[in-house]
């Protein structure tokens, strides 16, 4: 069973700050999504990355993905309070040639304080 | 471009009784997926339909079931109702769910069982 684990699960960090999420999985796989999710809100989708080595950045969030040591990472430079919200990554067990299937983390939940 | 949307919103539903979910996915998308969240269990892939077919499905038992119509419109019916299966439905829609594709996630549907 493909287990999809995000560490840490809290964080409280200060605006101006640099910190980084970590997202562990247990299975092969090269197609991995990190999204958003804000108190009360749904999810909106932040990077797609589908190969090792693969590398996204978005103002002040970068995701990479290391299929052989299946890590992904979520960077935050220069933490502003606008980026407080639960950070989910989620594994696509989906067939290669066939449709998606996501398995998500447990979401992390990141708090910036001014 | 309007964006997925779940009907109703809210629902309160007592134990035993069943209940029957909408989403109408982005116009053009033709993947619907439906995921549950719990504050114990996260977010747990229900199933996915492409074309009024089920590609995909999660472990749930059986009292979870869908269906997809032509235009796309999708519904999850959950009968027999039980206290833990009070949770916030999503549902997300994609173009055709091929692996790799952004999943656009409606606002939920947040379920009371009582």
């Known amino acids: 069973e493909l287990k999809v684990e995000q560490n840490p699960l809290f964080l409280s960090m200060q605006e101006g700050k640099n910190y980084t999420i970590y997202c562990n999985y247990s299975?092969?796989?090269?197609?991995l999504y990190w999204y958003r999710q804000d108190p009360g809100k749904s999810l909106e989708s932040l990077f797609v990355l589908l190969s090792n080595g693969a590398v996204k950045q978005e103002g002040r969030l970068m995701a990479s993905l290391d299929t052989k040591a299946r890590l992904s990472t979520l960077h935050i430079t220069a933490a502003v309070h606008d980026l407080s919200a639960t950070y989910f990554c989620a594994v696509d067990l989906g067939e290669r040639q066939g449709a998606q299937k996501l398995v998500f983390g447990q979401g992390t939940r990141l708090t910036i304080n001014p | 471009k309007a964006g997925v949307t779940q009907t109703p919103r809210y629902l309160i539903k007592t134990r035993g009784q069943q209940v029957t979910l909408s989403c109408s996915p982005i116009?053009?998308?033709?993947?619907v997926s439906w995921y549950q969240q719990t504050p114990g269990q996260g977010l747990q892939f229900l199933f996915e339909?492409?074309?009024?077919?089920?590609?995909n499905k999660g472990n749930f038992p059986g009292r979870f079931s869908g269906r997809q119509f032509s235009n796309s419109r999708s519904e999850m019916n959950v009968s027999t109702l039980e206290l833990g299966d009070s949770a916030l439905y999503l549902c997300a829609s994609s173009l055709v769910g091929r692996i790799g594709e952004t999943q656009y996630f409606g606002p939920g549907t947040r379920l009371l069982v009582l």
């Open positions: 339909y492409f074309s009024e077919t089920q590609r």
């Open positions: 116009s053009g998308h033709r993947s």
């Open positions: 299975t092969t796989s090269d197609r």
